[in-house]
T-cell receptor
Framework: SAVISQKPSRDICQRGTSLTIQCQVD?????MFWYRQQPGQSLTLIATANQGSEATYESGFVIDKFPISRPNLTFSTLTVSNMSPEDSSIYLC???????????FGSGTRLTVV | SQKIEQNSEALNIQEGKTATLTCNYT??????LQWYRQDPGRGPVFLLLIRENEKEKRKERLKVTFDTTLKQSLFHITASQPADSATYLCALGPGGYNKLIFGAGTRLAVHP
């Protein structure tokens, strides 16, 4: 299975600022997924990022708030823009490397907005 | 809308017993179902995948069943150990390299 390096692992940010989260995969993957996990809640998909095309966003998430870059097949970034305390959450990236394998997740970024 | 239900209450069991966790879903016909383990402060870790045409799958002390008529999956950990204490998530997928829909998870606590 793939190994994902995600950073930062945590950050405390002021409201109104932006934070960019990076995920580096040790192998080439077609699709990368970005999830949010609010305290005590399950994972909610934010968007799917394909290399060479615009990300596909889920209902309730927009590109202006969560711009995503996917410059190559091993790397992606998610930016949380104009943050408010409601954006405090854990953000995770994920990939799948085979039909019979599950999804591999990064270790997550714990974001606190004050 | 699609809905996945896992027991929101924590499951407490004694070491050595079998833990059984339930995942029910509605308004969905998944091609496969997956189970993940998540420890505090960490991302989910993949455990098992079972396809819609499979009834049961095993891996070491883990066993998963999938009943597409009942729209239910059961996840069993036999001979449970305190190290098995974690939150367990079920996730449904439409097939291929597509997005997963996750349940809220069930927290398991195995006591010595």
């Amino acid at each position: 299975s793939a190994v994902i390096s995600q950073k930062p692992s945590r950050d405390i940010c002021q409201r109104g600022t932006s934070l960019t989260i990076q995920c580096q995969v040790d192998s080439q993957v077609t699709m990368m997924f970005w999830y949010r996990q609010q305290p005590g809640q399950s994972l909610t998909l934010i968007a799917t990022a394909n290399q060479g095309s615009e990300a596909t966003y889920e209902s309730g998430f927009v590109i202006d708030k969560f711009p995503i870059s996917r410059p190559n097949l091993t790397f992606s970034t998610l930016t949380v823009s104009n943050m408010s305390p409601e954006d405090s959450s854990i953000y995770l990236c994920s990939v799948r490397t085979g039909e019979d394998s599950g999804y591999t997740f990064g270790s997550g970024t714990r974001l606190t907005v004050v | 809308s699609q809905k996945i239900e896992q027991n929101s209450e924590a499951l407490n069991i004694q070491e050595g017993k079998t833990a059984t966790l339930t995942c029910n879903y509605t308004n969905y016909s998944p091609a496969y179902l997956q189970w993940y383990r998540q420890d505090p402060g960490r991302g989910p870790v993949f455990l098992l995948l079972i396809r819609e045409n499979e009834k049961e799958k095993r891996k070491e002390r883990l066993k998963v069943t999938f009943d597409t008529t009942l729209k239910q999956s059961l996840f069993h950990i036999t001979a449970s150990q305190p190290a098995d204490s974690a939150t367990y998530l079920c996730a449904l997928g439409p097939g291929g390299y597509n997005k997963l829909i996750f349940g809220a998870g069930t927290r398991l606590a195995v006591h010595p």
